[in-house]
């Protein structure tokens, strides 16, 4: 289960009005998850895995559909560290 974590007032998308203000959220701690995940929003997770993968990342999760809310996807970067990937849904 996901609980979101709201710190900054939202628009009608659910994206923090504010620049540089940030949401997030929290889960039960289940492999391959080790700890808190930094996350990027990227505007299209497949091509930012092919980029991560060329540098000497990883791929870990796939793009994976979340519905409505968008989609995510995990990477371990060139140093091992594991790293999260959003793409807001299209509107």
Excluded: H, W
């Amino acid at each position: 289960m996901y609980t979101s974590l709201v710190t900054a007032e939202m628009d009608q998308n659910k994206r923090p009005k504010s620049p540089g203000a940030i949401n997030g959220g929290m889960m039960k701690l289940r492999k391959p998850y080790s700890g808190p995940i930094v996350t990027i929003q990227v505007d299209n997770i497949t091509k930012a895995l092919c980029s991560v993968e060329r540098e000497g990342g990883k791929t870990v999760v796939k793009r994976t559909e979340m519905g409505q809310y968008g989609a995510y996807g995990y990477f371990k970067d060139s140093e091992g560290n594991l790293m999260g990937l959003f793409e807001a849904p299209k509107m």
